[in-house]
């Protein structure tokens, strides 16, 4: 394996974190839990006044925040606080506790807020994302105002995981979602962006792998695990959200993986 100052994922990484840097953020970790449940973020500096309207971006199942992220902390950065966190067991995020759900994760990201003092707030969610925004909407409707839910299969039946099994030629879903090799993130790069990278040598791709997908790899599988479904043969019942949706006007980019 190549030094991590000769890896290309590794220098981009330093790109992408001075990126949100230069946007007005800055990176910290916040006990939620009284030492149980820490949750690492990106947030506006201390010092930055007047302060504007909150934006809590949620990532999707994958590397941390920071990949997904960029374009739209530097647009809307001039609009809006924007608080970029990592979601548990995915960055600098880890918990003590055995629960592996997406609503826990909702209860943990809106202690963050609370921790943080945001009274109110809108969230935007992505892929896995998506299903904790949604939680987050629904279990506090008084505090998120807002409420965008991108790319997200929050109505997906088993039937649907079964579906994107059979179109990725694969058995389990940790296949595509947690990759171990080479052939399985070209797998996933495959679904998930319209370009090819059939000229990237396996090194590249499995400097991703090392780098981006094997840590809590464990922990990880269990959120897959976790993830709410409803059953092939019956219709699912989801609870429209009181609020309404974001200008979606605003929403430039959200694809960077």
Same mark, same amino acid.
């Given at each position: 394996?190549?030094?991590? @100052? ?82 548990? @067991? ?40 998506? @299903? ?126």
């Amino acid at each position: 394996m190549a030094p991590s @100052f000769l890896s290309i994922v590794s220098l981009y990484g330093i790109y992408l974190r001075r990126s949100l840097t230069a946007a007005g953020l800055t990176s910290k970790s916040i006990d939620i839990d009284y030492g149980n449940t820490t949750v690492h973020l990106w947030s506006p500096k201390p010092d930055q006044t007047p302060r504007k309207p909150a934006l809590f971006l949620l990532h999707g199942f994958g590397p941390s925040a920071i990949w997904q992220w960029r374009r739209q902390v530097q647009f809307f950065a001039s609009y809006f606080d924007v608080y970029v966190p990592d979601l548990v @067991f995915f960055g600098g995020s880890t918990t003590k506790s055995k629960e592996r759900s997406e609503v826990f994760q909702a209860i943990s990201m809106a202690k963050l807020m609370e921790k943080l003092g945001v009274k109110k707030y809108h969230v935007m969610g992505t892929s896995y994302g998506g @299903f904790v925004a949604y939680h987050m909407a629904k279990l506090w409707p008084d505090t998120v105002e807002k409420v965008v839910i991108a790319s997200s299969g929050v109505n997906m039946r088993k039937a649907d995981n079964t579906a994107l099994l059979e179109r990725a030629n694969v058995e389990n879903i940790e296949e595509i979602m947690l990759p171990e090799t080479a052939t399985q993130i070209r797998t996933l790069s495959r679904l998930a962006v319209s370009w090819r990278f059939n000229m990237i040598p396996n090194f590249f791709w499995n400097n991703i792998v090392n780098q981006l997908y094997s840590e809590n790899r464990r922990e990880k599988l269990e959120l897959l695990k976790g993830v709410t479904l409803a059953a092939a043969d019956e219709p699912f019942k989801l609870t429209p959200l009181q609020q309404s949706e974001l200008d979606v006007n605003l929403l430039v980019g959200y694809d960077e993986i």
